[in-house]
């Protein structure tokens, strides 16, 4: 069976958000509906009909990303879901060549998602591009090691998270190309953040902030929410939820952490999502004590490998044939000579005995810098014909810091 599909217009808007409503088992608050219509391109939007009615969804967000040594248009694959009356007779994968094909049509040559479960788009050419930590920190295990940086001349501000509203922004774009993985954000991305309504709050109470700053401006702000509690015992333990740390400088960074770590009538400290090489790692003397959680979090897909591959930085020099496979987008499925060094990278089709049949999926994954290729090697997941081929490549595509998007889209 068949299911056409197009785009939705406005009008059609509700049937879509019931298909995500229903896939999902979610009720969002009218408040996030309305946050979450304001966020899509109606002409990037993808549904797959039944009749009159919609059984499949999905759309796109144009998103400037950034990737190692730079920023990137990437299409930010979002809203996928298929009804459970209809999962399972092909939906999404109709839906997924559809818009791999559109997203290769409009020009952008990488796509990323966040999946709901690490093991739908592997099938689609989307590899796992980078991982998150989570953290919950013992306060009283909580000292830095010596030597953690300081700086005299800054100061905490305590403030409402809505008035510093343009602050907030500011320093972020500030530092949004400091990692591969972040993303521009775009004012509905902010109102998200800071909408604290009682079903984000979870128990935890307002959004809080405090700031870094100088006498130059703002250096780093922390979001977050305080569970309050008094044990049996009338001992406070209180804990601290962080939702967002930046910072433009360690010092700063430092500041921001330690007042949170060490804030009066709280025991513990959680953090849901924090970078695979968060600096707190090096600044604790007890890193054992963050009792880390690993999660993947960013997948990525090279619509387009040769464009894909000259887009962004190198760390090493290298010069290669990859055979890349991949049956999704079968312009991809050739040899390519990727030959880079610090100063860019060209990729051109080629006839030659390659060193290395690599899945598209894999590329994605390397993409954003993880380092995996050598784990997929280790694996078996990737054949070498040329000794030492894929360390080379490897070396070349890991980058530092490593990526991170933050912020699910
Ligand atoms: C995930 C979802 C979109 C899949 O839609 P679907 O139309 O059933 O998928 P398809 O029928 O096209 O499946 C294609 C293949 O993927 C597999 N697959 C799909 N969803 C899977 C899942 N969640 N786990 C494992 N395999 C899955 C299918 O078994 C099928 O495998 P095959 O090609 O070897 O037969 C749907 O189950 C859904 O809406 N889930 C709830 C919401 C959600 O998690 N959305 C994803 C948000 S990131």
Not at 219 to 234: E, P, Q, V
Not at 237 to 254: F, K
Not at 346 to 372: F, H, I, N, Q, R
Not at 379 to 389: S, V
Request: one cysteine or more.
């Amino acid at each position: 069976m068949t299911y056409p599909i197009r785009p939705i217009d406005e009008s059609e808007w509700p049937a879509f958000g019931r298909v995500l409503e229903e896939a999902f088992g979610w009720t969002p608050h009218p408040q996030q509906s309305e946050r979450w219509k304001t966020e899509t391109e109606f002409d990037r939007t993808l549904a797959a009909f039944d009749g009159d009615d919609i059984a499949g969804v999905t759309s796109v967000l144009s998103l400037t990303m950034t990737v190692p040594g730079g920023q990137l248009p990437v299409a930010g694959v979002t809203s996928v879901s298929v009804l459970p009356s209809h999962r399972r007779r092909g939906v999404l994968s109709a839906l997924m060549r559809r818009q791999l094909n559109d997203v290769h049509e409009r020009g952008e040559c990488v796509a990323a998602l966040y999946a709901s479960e690490s093991l739908i788009y592997g099938r689609y050419g989307y590899g796992r591009a980078a991982g998150e930590l989570s953290f919950k920190i013992d306060k009283h295990a909580s000292a830095f090691v010596p030597g953690a940086p300081a700086d005299p001349a800054l100061r905490l501000k305590v403030v409402k998270p809505a008035d510093v509203r343009a602050e907030l922004e500011k320093l972020f774009a500030s530092i949004v190309t400091h990692r591969p993985g972040r993303y521009e954000r775009k004012p509905h991305n902010w109102t998200g953040i800071l909408a604290d309504e009682e079903y984000d709050q979870h128990g935890a109470g307002p959004l809080r902030a405090i700031l870094a700053e100088d006498d130059g401006g703002v250096r780093g702000y922390a979001l977050f929410r305080i569970k309050s509690n008094w044990d049996a015992h009338g001992l406070a333990d209180n804990q601290v939820r962080l939702n967002e740390l930046e910072a433009t400088d360690p010092a700063a960074y430092a500041l921001l952490w330690r007042s949170l770590l060490d804030r009066d009538l709280a025991t513990t400290v959680t953090a849901g999502s924090r970078p695979v090489d968060d600096p707190l790692i090096a600044l604790l003397a007890d890193p054992r004590r963050l009792r880390a959680g690993w999660q993947d979090e960013l997948y990525v897909r090279l619509v387009e490998v040769d464009r894909a591959l000259t887009s962004r930085a190198y760390s090493a020099p290298v010069d290669v044939v990859i055979e890349v496979e991949d049956d999704v987008c079968p312009w991809n499925a050739r040899r390519w000579r990727l030959t880079a060094d610090l100063s860019g990278a060209e990729c051109k089709p080629v006839e030659e005995e390659p060193d290395m049949t690599v899945p598209v999926s894999a590329l994605g994954s390397a993409y954003m810098g993880d380092g995996t290729l050598m784990e997929r090697l280790q694996a078996g997941l990737i054949g070498e014909h040329t000794a030492g081929a894929v360390r080379a490549l490897a070396t070349a595509m890991s980058w530092s810091p490593k990526p991170w998007g933050g912020l699910v889209f």
